[in-house]
């Protein structure tokens, strides 16, 4: 599985940015999805996931009610609508996939990851 992570970009606070995440190769066995970040100095943490069917989602306290996770199955693509952003959201943030699982992870526990994408807030 090949995860390729875009979307990020220079954004002002208060304002918004939709990550997009496409996988290819293997991407049947792709239960959970997830997107992460890390900013310089800190250990990567968890954002967001969300089951195959799109019926469960998962998400760090800090971005409740402000990102929304959602994916489209037919395309093979994970998004992340990040609204209200601030300038602590500034980070890498990378997508992940889980296979075989029943059990969405909210820790690094998956298997696959993209190549990260940069997302700067300023204030």
């Known amino acids: 599985v090949q995860l390729q992570a875009c979307g990020g970009g220079l954004v002002q606070a208060g304002g918004s940015l939709r990550l997009s995440c496409v996988a290819s190769?293997?991407?049947?066995?792709?239960?959970?999805m997830g997107w992460f970040r890390q900013a310089p100095g800190k250990e990567r943490e968890f954002v967001a996931a969300i089951s195959r069917s799109g019926g469960l989602t998962y998400y760090a306290d800090s971005v409740k009610g402000r990102f929304t996770i959602s994916r489209d199955n037919a395309k093979n693509t994970v998004y992340l609508q990040m609204n209200s952003l601030k300038p602590e959201d500034t980070a890498v943030y990378y997508c992940a996939a889980k296979v075989n699982t029943v059990v969405i992870p909210t820790t690094t526990r998956y298997d696959y990851w993209g190549q990260g994408t940069l997302v700067t807030v300023s204030s």
């Open positions: 190769g293997g991407t049947l066995s792709i239960d959970g």
